[in-house]
């Protein structure tokens, strides 16, 4: 599996068209400081690809918190709050912890352009919790592993244009055929049930 997944990581970044920003997603988190941790086989496994082919950013969830976490030159986003929550654990992760929200359903919300990467967390009554912007586009050369600091800037809350409401749209592109009011209800209306459903 790693094999395939070095393949893919090798095809897409030195293809004639590489991607402006390389993202990884799983279940398991990387990194966590929630009641699972940090998942050591994806730290022992994983971990060495997401370095040598400098991706911007793995979202996960698993933990039901919220969570952003750098590691090196990564950024690593928990977004498992979505039905279930939960609170941070007792082992320290070896990610650095920039934001974690506890004890309030939320989902994250995912906005690119070609200079900037922004995500956004929005809990379950459509505020805005957490924003963050990634300013650095992968490079158009062969993979390398990038420098060890992060390029980006944090606001705690997103001012940028095109996310309204939470929804990912970039402001020069033309307006999506669903209304996004309506994309954004269809979100809230599932996590409200879910939580209902268990009490929270």
């Known amino acids: 599996q790693l094999a395939n997944i070095e393949a893919m990581l090798i095809d897409i970044t030195t ?7 390389l993202l990884m997603a799983g279940h398991y988190p990387v ?15 994983l971990l060495p690809l997401i370095t040598k082919y400098g991706v911007h950013a793995y979202f996960c969830g698993h933990d039901h918190i919220s969570e952003h976490l750098t590691y090196e030159s990564t950024h690593y986003f928990v977004a498992g709050a979505g039905s279930m929550t939960d609170k941070l654990g007792s082992s320290k992760s070896k990610g650095s912890m920039l934001w974690y929200g506890v004890g309030y359903s939320a989902f994250g919300v995912g906005q690119a352009t070609s200079s900037s990467l922004t995500i956004t967390f929005v809990d379950i009554n459509n505020e805005n919790k957490y924003s963050y912007v990634i300013t ?17 800037s944090p606001t705690a809350i ?8 939470g929804i990912n ?3 020069d592109s033309p307006p999506s055929n669903e209304e996004p009011t309506g994309i954004i209800e269809k979100v809230l209306k599932t996590m409200r049930a879910a939580t209902g459903r268990r009490g929270l």
């Not at 990194?31 to 496994?45: K, R």
């Open 15 to 21: 293809s004639s068209n590489p991607p402006t920003w």
């Open 31 to 45: 990194f966590s400081a929630g009641d699972h941790g940090d998942t050591y086989e994806l730290i022992q496994y």
């Open 136 to 152: 650095k586009p992968l490079p158009s050369t062969a993979p390398t592993a990038r420098s060890s600091q992060p390029s980006s």
């Open 158 to 165: 997103p001012t940028t244009p095109g996310i309204q409401n």
């Open 169 to 171: 749209q970039d402001p």
